[in-house]
């Protein structure tokens, strides 16, 4: 687990400087623990506890943790671009199931790719790195509303 002093060490070991804007930047996102935000949600969060930071400080913090490997960039298929925080123990990357009706993404964070991936590496001599799984279909509440009904 990743937490607000683990990241802050992490970025001055790495030669950034932590301001207090960086901070307040750094305190939201952890609010934002176990979900997909966008850029603006960030802003929008950073924005009601210092109206001072500007966009273009959550830019670059975004874009430093990225690189670091703290946060990763999701593509949802919705057209918009967003982050999500990587548990530093996640082995790989854990996979998406993306509701087609109302847009909802659900966290699996069981991998249950493991007979597949020795597979892959014994039989066409692979070494995998990580892979991302999007399952698309009906969550729940859709499933309910539409129930008897055909799916468009
Ligand atoms: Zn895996
Ligand atoms: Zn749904
Ligand atoms: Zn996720």
Redesign the pocket.
Known sequence: MNNEKQIVDALRKRGNKVTPQRLVTIEVLMTFREQHFSVEELFQGVKQRNPDVGMSTIYRTVQILEEMGLITKRNFDDGFARYELCELDE???HHHLICLKCGKVIEMQD????A??KEIEEKKDFI?I??ELKVYGYCSDCYAITKGDKFD
């Not at 991998?111 to 493991?114: I, P, Q, R, S, V």
């Open positions: 082995k790989h990357w991998d249950f790719l493991e597949l991936e995998i990580n892979h």
